[in-house]
């Protein structure tokens, strides 16, 4: 899935072993895009599993401050998050380490590989441990 400020991004669906880098699009969103057309956002499905090619920085916008933080695992899975609330951002990654942070709080150039996606839920039960909410922060 693409954020709903990537929806008038031209787009694509993610491939598995696919490397990916963290891009601002100038909507107001940051997200995934391939290396070799950085104008074009590759979008997630819940589940997908990812691996970062080092520590995954990230600066959460606040208005009082702006401090990057360092997330040291580098595995995480894509989930959707707020997803009953419009217009807001529901891109996510859940990490290894259990910290939930939204993807366009990413900073710019990061590298990933897509290393999974997920399986096609079969029943509704599937389907929403699939788009589990994890807390964010």
Known sequence: MCDYSLHHVKSRPANIGEKLITRNFNTGT???ASP???TTAVCILPGTE???SADVK???FSLLSWRVKVIESRTAIFRQVNTDIPRVHHDALEFADGTCVLLTDLLDGQEATVLQLPAQPKTPAEKAAQRRVPSLG
Do not use: I, K
């Open 36 to 38: 070799d057309d950085r």
């Open 58 to 60: 990230w600066a959460p």
């Open 30 to 32: 940051r997200g995934f």
């Open 50 to 52: 990812l691996a970062f």
